[in-house]
């Protein structure tokens, strides 16, 4: 018995519960004429897309829900639908998939496992199902099951006992750096131990910090991945499953999945930055363009995303800048094609100068002055925005950010941070990654020491460990929630652990006034990591 299962793995929008409808049935409409039996998986909660949030405390909200899937009943014929969405019952919401087949919705299946970990809430919103949902194609069982119901033994153990062939399984899985491999080890379990056939459909997309990375999977029941979707890449995808024969296992080989960590994580953040801007109507992005390393990865990331014509830039020199950094900056610029202008920040640095002479007399320079050229660059750049409807995007790294290293109202002035969970030693392998079949960054920004550039001869390394080793330390006690005193048993220097956490607890107030950015961690700042600001713990 053959069966040809569409994984409709589909770009969606929270909110936009018209244009999902619209996308939903015009992929219905292009597969239910087939000789055989069809039928299409969409993605969890697909007609409202995830995370749908407080959006599901709106009475209005829901009911607008119920009329689209109304339409897309009407609009299914000979082809079994899958579809998620949320579900209202007895005054109670359920995260739902309905089964549809010739215009009537054959079986309702509510997720029983609801996580309420990391970037998840769902228990803030839903309650939770507590049985199966079996149905048959010509005479074959199938089981239906909703993204963390296969994370926990139980659900998928039910449906085999209860007669299921083969089990669907919608997703609206974020992607983070090694998601992809714990997906796929996980599902070959679940159909080994199960005796199991598993499709896999996943959602992708941007939304806001999320990126959901596709890669659905059809999964045999010898635990064998036999097809594979791309990541990051929308479409329809078809295999016709013969549920009699375990034994297949002709993959289908799949263009352009990254194979490196660099290759995922950069199309990670491509995918994140032209969502972010498109989904929310911008008409392009506006970057200071410094000569440094961090400007220079956005800005290029900003261009394979919205394309040269829609990304400009501001070089924006002060008495500090060398002469190698506006060069860079030029050149890189010239490179990508895209719009690009020099103002310089002297004459407003020297009037905020000339504004504070009384109140700054007889005190010693000292960061103050810097972060006001920093912040004579935010309003530079904020005002070209706003003039230009363009949305503006700040450059900091996850390293800055954890360490405060940055300047609240200046450099930290944006609407999307494209680089905010990538650590400063990923983003020159993205860099050197990215220049491997052209030099789009220059090899000066990639090999100088990196530097603010906000008083004389200043380095970053001035004021912090050496990248290596910062990220190192950072990423065991942000990620791994790991204690100061085992940091320093593995070898580090107490001086710099305990530097190093005491700018990372005192700096939440920075990272809560932070704009959001692409997650490629399984610990972002943001949804992931939430600590109080006003703390007197400090752990040794």
């Not at 770009?11 to 015009?26: A, L, P, R, Y």
């Not at 009407?74 to 082809?79: G, L, R, S, V």
């Not at 999964?219 to 013969?242: K, V």
């Not at 790991?482 to 048993?489: K, T």
Request: a negative charge; one cysteine or more.
């Amino acid at each position: 018995m053959n069966i040809k299962i569409i994984l409709a793995q589909l770009n969606f929008t929270v909110g936009d519960i018209e244009g999902n409808k619209n996308k939903i049935i015009d992929a219905i409409l292009k597969n239910q004429s087939n000789n055989i039996s069809t039928v299409i998986i969409f993605p969890e909660l697909s007609i409202c897309s995830y995370p749908p949030e407080d959006l599901l405390h709106r009475p209005a909200f829901l009911q607008r829900i119920e009329v689209a899937l109304n339409e897309i009943v009407n609009a299914t014929k000979e082809i079994y639908v899958l579809v998620g969405y949320p579900k209202k019952s007895n005054g109670k919401i359920f995260n739902a998939c309905s089964v549809i087949y010739n215009g009537e919705i054959i079986k309702t299946y509510f997720k029983q496992i609801l996580p309420n970990y990391g970037v998840f809430d769902e228990k803030r919103y839903f309650e939770a199902g507590n049985s199966n949902c079996l149905f048959d194609i010509n005479g074959i069982s199938i089981a239906v099951t909703i993204c963390e119901d296969i994370w926990e033994q139980q659900p998928t153990k039910n449906a085999a006992d209860a007669g299921a062939r083969i089990l669907f399984n919608l997703n609206a899985s974020p992607y983070h750096i090694t998601k992809k491999q714990q997906r796929e080890t996980l599902i070959k379990q679940r159909a080994r131990e199960n005796n199991l056939h598993i499709a896999y459909i996943n959602l992708v997309g941007g939304q806001d910090e999320l990126i959901f990375d596709g890669y659905s999977m059809l999964i045999n029941a010898n635990g064998e991945n036999i097809f594979a979707a791309p990541q990051f890449t929308e479409g329809l995808y078809s295999y016709e499953l013969d549920i009699e024969n375990k034994e297949i296992t002709n993959t289908v080989a799949i263009v352009d999945t990254p194979v490196t960590e660099e290759a995922s994580i950069y199309q990670a953040l491509v995918l994140g930055v032209r969502d972010y801007v498109k989904k929310n109507n911008f008409s392009g992005v506006v970057i200071g363009l410094s000569g440094g390393i961090d400007s220079a990865l956005t800005t290029t990331i900003a261009v394979d995303a919205l394309g040269a014509e829609n990304v400009e830039v501001l070089i924006m020199p002060s008495r500090y800048t060398a002469q190698m950094s506006i060069n860079d900056a030029i050149k890189q610029a010239d490179t990508l094609g895209i719009r690009h202008e020099t103002i310089s920040i002297e004459p407003a640095f020297n009037s905020f100068l000339g504004s504070l002479f009384n109140r700054f007399e007889n005190l010693p320079t000292d960061i103050t002055e810097e972060n006001i050229q920093a912040r004579c660059r935010g309003i530079l750049l904020m005002a070209l925005s706003n003039k230009t409807g363009k949305l503006l995007l700040t450059t900091g790294n996850k390293s800055e950010m954890a360490v405060g290293y940055s300047t609240l109202y200046g450099d930290m002035c944006g609407g999307f941070a494209p680089l905010k969970d990538v650590w400063k030693t990923m983003v020159y392998k993205l860099a050197i990654w990215r220049n491997k079949d052209q030099e789009v960054i220059p090899a000066n920004v990639i090999e100088r020491p990196p530097s603010a550039e906000l008083r004389e001869n200043q380095v970053d390394q001035d004021s912090l460990p050496n990248y290596d080793i910062l990220d190192t330390i950072l990423e065991q006690y942000i990620e791994q929630d790991i204690s100061p005193n085992i940091i320093i048993e593995r070898g580090f220097s107490a001086k710099d652990v305990e530097h190093v956490v005491r700018m990372v607890d005192r700096n939440e107030y920075k990272r809560r006034q932070a704009a959001p950015g692409v997650r490629i961690t399984q610990r972002a700042f943001g949804r992931d990591r939430r600590y109080p600001i006003t703390s007197g713990y400090l752990e040794k």
